[in-house]
C-alpha cells in the first residue's frame, strides 16, 4: 500500500513540476518597454516622410503591419544603438539619405545580444528602417554585425517575437533588410524616388534561413509573390 501511495506522490509531483515548467516557457518572452522620443518634430517629419516618400497622405503616423523586416545594427551596444535612433533627426553624419528625409533611423524593437526585446515604438508607429516599406513593416533591430552575427537568444527572441505579431497583425512576409529590394516591382513598393536605394546586408543569410526554418510552420513567405 505504501509503495503504490509512494508512486502516486510521484506522479503527481511530476505532474506538478511538468506544468510550471511548461507554464515557464510560456512566459519566458517579454517585451521590454525603452520608448525612444516621439515629440511633435518626429510625429510631424513622420507625417511628412509618408506623404513625400511612401505618397501616402494621413493624419496620424501610423502603419497596418503586413511584413516584419529583420536587421543588424552594425552598433555593439543596446545603449549606443538607443542613443542612435532617441534623437527626432538624422545627425549630418548620414548625408546618403538625409537628402531623402530629416527623419531619424529608427526600429520599434531592439533585440541585444542576451535575447532581451525591447519596444521602442508602438507596433503601428512608423519608425524609418526600410526605404519603400516602412508603412507596412515592423523593424526589429539586433545587436550585431558582420563580424559579431548574431547569437542563438536572439535567433530564440526572433521566432517568439515574430509568432507574437502574427497573432496580432495579418503579418505575411519576414524579410532580411538585404532582401528589400526584392519588393521594388511589387504593388507593395511605395517609394517616389526610384533611385533612391542603398545595399545592404543584415542581417545575414545565415540568420535568415535559420529563422525561416524556426517559424515554417507560420507559412509566412519570403520573398513576394504580389505583382
Ligand atoms: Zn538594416
Not at 78 to 107: H, M, Q, W, Y
Not at 117 to 132: F, S
Not at 137 to 146: K, R, T
Not at 198 to 210: A, H, I, L, S, V
Amino acid at each position: 500500500m505504501y509503495k503504490n501511495f509512494a508512486t502516486k506522490l510521484l506522479f503527481f509531483a511530476l505532474l506538478l513540476l511538468s506544468t510550471l515548467c511548461s507554464l515557464k516557457a510560456q512566459t519566458a518572452f517579454r517585451i521590454v518597454s525603452k520608448p525612444i522620443i516621439f515629440d511633435a518634430e518626429r510625429r510631424q517629419l513622420t507625417l511628412d516622410y509618408l506623404e513625400k516618400r511612401h505618397g501616402l497622405k494621413q493624419s496620424e503616423p501610423t502603419i497596418h503591419p503586413l511584413m516584419v523586416v529583420l536587421h543588424w545594427t552594425d552598433i555593439m551596444s543596446l545603449e549606443k544603438t538607443f542613443d542612435v535612433f532617441n534623437r527626432s533627426t538624422l545627425p549630418g553624419a548620414r548625408k546618403e539619405i538625409a537628402s531623402a528625409s530629416a527623419l531619424n533611423v529608427s526600429s520599434q524593437y531592439v533585440i541585444d545580444r542576451d535575447g532581451t526585446v525591447y519596444q521602442l515604438l508602438p507596433d503601428t508607429v512608423m519608425a524609418r528602417h526600410v526605404i519603400g516599406l516602412n508603412y507596412c513593416a515592423i523593424g526589429v533591430e539586433n545587436i550585431g554585425s558582420d563580424q559579431y552575427p548574431l547569437t542563438e537568444a536572439q535567433l530564440l527572441a526572433n521566432e517568439q517575437l515574430i509568432r507574437y505579431l502574427k497573432l496580432k497583425y495579418p503579418i505575411e512576409y519576414v524579410i532580411g533588410h538585404y532582401e528589400y529590394n526584392l519588393f521594388r516591382e511589387t504593388d507593395l513598393w511605395k517609394e517616389s524616388d526610384s533611385s533612391y536605394r542603398t545595399e545592404k546586408t543584415d542581417p545575414g543569410r545565415d540568420f535568415m534561413k535559420r529563422i525561416r526554418e524556426k517559424i515554417k510552420d507560420l507559412n509566412i513567405k519570403g520573398v513576394p509573390d504580389h505583382k
